[in-house]
């Protein structure tokens, strides 16, 4: 990847929180890289203090990194132009109540500049695409929680952003809200629209982003295209034909070993394929299929944070 | 600015959806018809003393105002996250300082024009007299609490509402206590940079003499001026510091 189509790009993001009366000084985030490229949905995982939100937030401004560069569209996000071209979800979004929706859509309108017009007609395509076109004019003390999110993702939209970021887009939404998010951000992707999506609903990122980004404890532990990383993870399984047991090499390598279609079926660590292959053929039997068997996104992501003893400790 | 605009116009309608608002003003309307009813003045003295009382209530209502608009407003949009989906967007935080002042000033101006309105109605109808000086001491009042606004925003870009109502109280009673605590040190470099609000002491040639020449009026402006762009300033570079 170029830095000429990386629509976010962060080097060595570094945040300490410093030390306060009755808090120590904690490291929140330590040498994060991460690279988003133009078009695509990067997924953000981690545990609650991994550090995803406050290295979101620094990309956004609303934290100052202790160290690190950040770059949305090729502009340091420290400036606030930056931001011109990027629509922003928060966690759990609130607005003004005494607004109503057309209302607040008017304000975040003219806080990125744009004509009445431009904010009249994208309010109403942006309210009717988040299933809000007929509460325009109630008042925001009155929406539920799910209507506020979809407010949430209506005014991050505002402006066509070319760089959206969504935190937990999908929170506090009924299944159809769900669905709806979803569908909003394949359109995005279809669009062109480079999106960062922080979500715990493993699920959804792994149905819809195409990289993803697992934070744990402070820095990324792993990273790269999902189906990269779930095969990387996962096992192969073997059916093999003309043996009536493993070779003497191959055994301590094979798991779950039954009777199958004639011959043996197995499974074993994909990274072994070549030498079991070699193994099986070496005793004149002949191998049926190999078929990698991909782990799903959840078994991965709780694989990964269990590897590291202290992940529950909090970071951020 | 178009940002800054924004901004205050929400702050703008936020208030207005404040009870606090409303009550004060309701305070403003017993009081001025009250003041009449009180006890003899002296022959002579009535109507000075009417304006005196008058702008005297209005000078406390308007604390009142800008403590309940300003105290906890950047603190809780910050708790809120409101500020997030407002900050995301390309707004500087000193905008967001700026419009925050400048909504509350704007608020302030709506709510002391309408004190006077009261009071002027109260004057003519027990006095025959539209008692215009009264504006006079409205535009002073104003100016003085749109400088503690300025104050109050700025502290609350770094600390809370408690923190927020005693910094502006203090500052107030450390700027009108100016010949308290200077006296008898002479044209030191402390007696020039004392924060004085002194420039602001309109009640008395507002109610009792001529009212406020122009010269006053602008050297009270230019004083105002330099409160705000130092408060707005500091308030803009606190809150520029600031994690959210």
């Known amino acids: 990847m170029t830095a000429d189509d990386a629509a976010i790009r962060i080097v060595g993001a570094h945040k300490t929180y410093p030390r306060t009366l009755t808090i120590p000084a904690r490291e929140a985030v330590r040498d994060v890289s991460l690279t988003v490229k133009t078009g695509t949905v990067h997924g953000v995982l981690g545990p609650n203090g991994a550090g995803k939100t406050t290295t979101i937030k620094m990309l956004l401004g609303l934290v100052r990194p202790s160290g690190g560069q950040f770059e949305i569209l090729g502009v340091p996000a420290a400036r606030a132009a930056s931001r011109r071209c990027l629509g922003f979800l928060p966690e759990q979004p609130y607005f003004p109540p005494q607004l109503t929706a057309k209302q607040a859509m008017r304000l975040y309108g003219r806080l990125l500049g744009m004509s009445k017009r431009e904010i009249a007609e994208q309010t109403a395509d942006l309210l009717r695409e988040v299933g809000l076109h007929d509460r325009a004019e109630t008042q925001l003390s009155r929406f539920s929680r799910g209507m506020l999110q979809r407010l949430g993702i209506a005014q991050a939209l505002l402006g066509k952003p070319q760089v959206v970021v969504l935190d937990e887009p999908a929170s506090g939404l009924d299944p159809v809200g769900q669905r709806d998010v979803r569908s909003i951000i394949l359109g995005l992707r279809e669009a062109g629209v480079t999106v960062l999506l922080s979500s715990h609903q493993l699920s959804e990122v792994e149905a819809i982003c195409d990289r993803v980004s697992i934070f744990n404890r402070g820095t990324v532990a792993a990273e790269g295209h999902i189906d990269e990383l779930l095969s990387i993870a996962g096992r192969s399984s073997f059916v093999v034909a003309c043996l009536d047991r493993l070779p003497a090499n191959v055994g301590p390598l094979a798991h779950d070993v039954h009777d199958a279609h004639g011959g043996l079926g197995f499974s074993a660590l994909t990274s072994n394929i070549q030498l079991i292959v070699d193994a099986v053929y070496a005793e004149g039997g002949s191998v049926v299929s190999v078929t990698p068997a991909r782990t799903s996104l959840e078994d991965y992501f709780t694989g990964l944070l269990e590897q590291s003893p202290a992940a529950e400790q909090e970071v951020a | ?244």
């Open chain 2, 1 to 244: 600015m178009r940002a800054v605009l924004a901004l205050a116009n929400s702050i703008v309608s936020d208030a207005l959806r404040r009870r606090i608002v409303y009550v004060v003003a309701a305070f403003a309307v017993v009081m001025a018809a009250s003041i009449p009813a009180l006890p003899s003045y002296g022959v002579g003295v009535v109507q000075p003393v009417f304006r005196e009382a008058a702008l005297a209530l209005m000078w406390i209502a308007s604390l009142i105002v800008v403590l309940a608009l300003a105290a906890n407003r950047i603190p809780s949009e910050i708790e809120k996250r409101t500020a997030y989906s407002v900050l995301t967007k390309p707004v500087q935080r000193w905008h967001y300082v700026l419009g925050t002042w400048l909504g509350i000033t704007l608020v302030m101006a709506g709510v002391i024009a309408a004190f006077t309105v009261i009071d002027q109605a109260v004057a003519l109808l027990v006095y025959k007299q539209a008692m215009w000086q009264l504006w006079e001491g409205s535009f002073g009042i104003w100016m003085e609490m749109s400088v503690l606004a300025a104050l109050a925003v700025a502290v609350s870009t770094r600390g809370g509402a408690v923190v927020v109502a005693v910094s502006s109280l203090a500052f107030l009673f450390i700027g009108h206590s100016r010949e308290n605590f200077v006296r008898g040190v002479g044209d030191s470099v402390l007696v020039k940079l004392y924060p004085s609000l002194d420039a602001f002491n309109i009640v008395n040639p507002v109610a009792h003499g001529s009212g406020i020449s122009v010269p006053y009026a602008a050297t009270m402006t230019l004083v105002f001026l330099a409160y705000v762009a130092v408060f707005v300033l500091l308030g803009g570079l606190a809150f520029s510091t600031r994690d959210l």
